[in-house]
């Protein structure tokens, strides 16, 4: 079995006033992400940051969404009265902002995202000026100084930070991602199908991929401040896979609408998830010597026929609790330099410091170009084990400390037994519970997962 940073049957959240499992995130104009709300976040955060006398820069990327419009003034008023110098970026994926920090020398990135999820709500999460996001401890540091007087620590008359705009962020981004492959490595011959969810990286996706010699057709590129991952992009595939039969593609790919996920389809239209595309990165990497640490790092999320198939390949297999951050911290700590979750949130440590969807999807080009092989091929490098996940909505208290909830997750564990896993988690960004098994048969995954279902609705 892989190792394991913690108790993988069960987890729940650590509850934070504000931060989550990734970053600030919540319903538009509510609670914290008002516009109060985000100026006294960014007087927070500038006031933690602001570390000797030296001018302090921040800059600021977004998605499309249309609350970004009022977020991204009131954190820019925020950092400025902190004394921070701001760097406005515009419209960028996640991972941009996160080489950008580094690239321009900052103290902080800032991406107003709520990734996945749809228009009405927003977020924001931080880097640190090594690209990675922030500490468990730093966000708690934040926590506490909104809690204080939002007037102090402010910045003198004369010590106000200065805001300006950065024009060609864009291309910078471009000019990384190309030069995640060989220079002599073109895509000329593969036609390639890219959703963009309307989202972040409806710009630089589609560049990418046309400098780097495919035949582009993009969807959900025409973002309108309402329509960002609906019914588009890798939490609603669909669109994505028709395009790719309607147009004869090689192969399908759909980021989420910061563009940190990708999800790919091959030329049938058949769904590739994150586990297989970490499978194959993992493989190629390991034949070629790329592949540090000698294994990967994934969540307690990710299927059993995976970890099966990594044993095989005498590749280490190491999972951590659900969340980027945690498999960052997991990748760092034993040297490996490929980590990720089924999501398609995939993070490949010797490019960037977070996940990256069009570089992800990158590398399953770079596979299929060199090897001339399909993406149907490439890309199935083990069965699944059936799987199931299920969501319960709840409103108030947490129901996993009900005594009968707990009696249905000790029921479904031994039901299991030792073939099989279950894994019951809040959610760190919505009000859910999630609760997913797995094991060699189907029916019982089914009603294991059911069963338990049924035990949390009744205590809501």
Same mark, same amino acid.
């Given at each position: 079995m892989a190792k394991e940073d913690n108790d993988v049957k069960a987890q729940t959240v650590t509850k934070r006033h504000i931060f989550g499992t990734d970053g600030v995130r919540g319903l538009a104009n509510a609670g914290t992400l008002t516009p109060e709300g985000?100026?006294?976040?960014?007087?927070? =955060?500038?006031?933690?940051?602001?570390?000797?006398? &030296?001018? &302090?820069?921040?800059?600021?990327?977004?998605?499309? /969404?249309?609350?970004?419009?009022?977020?991204?003034?009131?954190? *820019?008023?925020?950092?400025?009265?902190?004394?921070?110098?701001?760097?406005?970026?515009?419209?960028?994926?996640?991972?941009?902002?996160?080489?950008?920090? /580094?690239?321009?020398?900052?103290?902080?990135?800032?991406?107003?995202?709520?990734? &996945?999820n749809l228009y009405h709500d927003n977020g924001v999460k931080f880097f640190g000026p090594d690209g990675f996001k922030l500490s468990d401890e730093t966000e708690a540091?934040?926590?506490?100084?909104?809690?204080?007087?939002?007037?102090?620590?402010?910045?003198?008359?004369?010590?106000?930070?200065? =805001?300006?705009?950065?024009?060609?962020?864009?291309?910078?981004?471009?000019?990384?991602?190309k030069n995640t492959l060989p220079r002599s490595l073109s895509l000329e011959?593969?036609? =390639?199908?890219?959703?963009?969810?309307?989202g972040a990286g409806y710009k630089v996706a589609p560049t990418v991929l046309w400098e780097l010699g495919a035949d582009v057709k993009s969807i959900g590129v025409e973002p309108n401040g309402f329509n960002i991952n609906r019914q588009c992009g890798? *939490?609603? *595939?669909?669109?994505?896979?028709?395009?790719?039969?309607?147009?004869?593609?090689?192969?399908?790919?759909?980021?989420?609408?910061d563009a940190d996920r990708v999800i790919i389809s091959d030329e049938k239209g058949n769904i590739i998830d994150g586990d297989q595309i970490m499978a194959l990165i993992a493989n190629s990497w390991a034949k070629s010597g790329k592949l540090k640490g000698g294994g990967i790092v994934s969540t307690v999320m990710s299927n059993l026929g995976f970890e099966k198939f990594l044993e095989t390949q005498n590749i280490e297999f190491v999972r951590t609790k659900v969340g980027d951050r945690y498999v960052v911290e997991a990748m760092r700590a034993k040297g490996m330099n490929i980590g990720g979750e089924p999501s398609g949130h995939v993070i490949l440590s010797d490019y960037a410091t977070t996940g990256d969807g069009l570089v992800t999807a990158l590398q399953v080009l770079s596979v299929v170009a060199t090897e001339g092989v399909k993406v149907s091929q490439a890309c &199935?490098?083990? +069965?699944?084990?059936?799987?199931?996940?299920?969501?319960?909505?709840?409103?108030? +208290?947490?129901?996993?400390?009900?005594?009968? =909830?707990?009696?249905a997750i000790d029921e479904g564990k031994a039901r299991l037994g030792d073939s099989g896993r279950l894994v019951i988690r809040e959610s760190g960004t919505e009000p859910l519970i999630r609760v997913m098994a797995e094991g060699p048969e189907m029916d019982l995954v089914n009603e294991v997962v059911d069963h338990i279902c049924e035990a949390i609705k009744k205590v809501i």
């Open positions: 985000m100026m006294r976040l960014g007087k927070a =955060v500038g006031r933690v940051f602001r570390n000797g006398e &030296h001018r &302090h820069r921040v800059v600021i990327g977004k998605d499309t /969404r249309l609350s970004g419009y009022m977020i991204e003034p009131a954190l *820019t008023a925020g950092f400025a009265a902190s004394g921070m110098d701001v760097f406005l970026l515009g419209p960028l994926p996640t991972p941009a902002m996160a080489m950008l920090t /580094r690239s321009l020398r900052a103290d902080l990135g800032v991406m107003i995202s709520a990734s &996945h540091e934040i926590e506490r100084l909104m809690m204080q007087d939002a007037n102090e620590g402010l910045s003198g008359a004369a010590d106000l930070g200065r =805001v300006q705009r950065i024009d060609d962020a864009g291309a910078r981004y471009i000019e990384f991602a011959g593969l036609r =390639v199908v890219v959703d963009c969810a309307n890798s *939490t609603s *595939t669909k669109a994505m896979q028709e395009a790719v039969l309607e147009y004869r593609a090689d192969i399908g790919i759909a980021l989420d609408g &199935h490098l083990f +069965d699944p084990y059936p799987q199931i996940l299920k969501n319960v909505r709840f409103t108030e +208290d947490n129901p996993l400390l009900a005594d009968s =909830v707990k009696q």
